[in-house]
């Protein structure tokens, strides 16, 4: 009599597979200590050496950027947000990666020239363009409609930091705004100390309070050097911006694109063009 083999068994011979592919299994690493997919919480504990690169790079690049005023902001935006589009639709599970960077690396102009008008009329409008193009490059797609939705989310999600990005590209037409933003990218780069310190168990509980102080560090010590800044605004702008940016990168540590380079790159670059509302909002208030 022919039996049927167990069907966890069978799961466990093939590993996980992705919604709409069960003829094509996650490959499974080597044995050795080697990560399994879908990452584990602890599994994905581990220091992201791209991640911390790329955040230390972006924001690096749009702090010295200040120097020149408001266009090297909006061109270093502009690049910043390019390297987004181009690494963003692995991180966002988009089923159609290619189809995905085409409408980000369109969109991604569109939205950070409207910081050219000093309300950002236009930015809505970019943003909306951007959507239409999502929507109208999976009606071209020729694979059939599998992950449709989880498409359609990752392209609208690649257009959040570019649209956050161009509120600090408005605020830098100021001298109080470029401040902020120098604050603001000294914040973001110090608080990558909470993502050196991952793989210290005792830590993992406290880790998002040690990148909110260490964030506020940086961006008081570079605070000194701004009269538009005062101390409490310092410390206000860092913990907005030091909590956001490492929340952004925490909650795509389980996704299995963090195992490689342009997931990385997606999560650095991500969680600092994010901290473009943090600048606007501080300067318009302040």
């Known amino acids: 009599m022919t039996t049927v083999p167990d069907a966890t068994d069978a799961s ?32 994905a504990d581990r220091v992201r050496p791209v991640t911390i690169g790329a955040v230390v790079v972006a924001a690096g690049v749009l702090a010295v950027s200040t120097a020149g005023g408001f266009w090297p902001v909006l061109l270093a935006t502009l690049a910043l947000s390019l390297v987004l589009a181009w690494s963003w639709p692995v991180l966002g599970g988009s089923h159609t990666p290619q189809l995905t960077t085409v409408v980000l690396l369109v969109a991604a102009p569109a939205i950070i020239f409207t910081a050219l008008s000093d309300d950002l009329r236009w930015t809505a409008a970019a943003v909306a363009l951007g959507i239409v193009l999502s929507f109208m490059g999976q009606l071209v797609r020729k694979t059939g409609r599998e992950g449709l939705v989880l498409t359609l989310l990752a392209s609208f999600g690649g257009l959040v930091p570019m649209a956050s990005a161009t509120l600090a590209v408005a605020s830098a037409d100021v001298p109080r705004g470029r401040a902020y933003l120098v604050v603001t990218m000294c914040a973001a780069a110090t608080a990558v100390v909470a993502d050196l310190l991952v793989r210290k168990r005792r830590l993992a509980p406290f880790l998002g309070l040690v990148a909110l102080v260490a964030a506020i560090a940086g961006a008081v010590i570079a605070g000194l050097f701004f009269d538009e800044i005062g101390g409490w605004a310092a410390v206000g702008v860092a913990a907005g911006a030091g909590s956001l940016s490492w929340s952004w990168r925490r909650v795509f540590s389980l996704q299995p694109a963090m195992l490689g380079v342009r997931g990385q790159v997606a999560a650095g670059v991500g969680s600092v063009l994010m901290l473009g509302v943090m600048v606007h909002i501080f300067t318009v208030v302040s």
């Open 12 to 43: 466990d011979a093939t590993g996980p597979t992705v919604e709409g592919t069960e003829s094509e299994p996650f490959p499974q690493p080597s044995e050795g200590g080697s990560l399994r997919l879908p990452l584990s919480p602890t599994g």
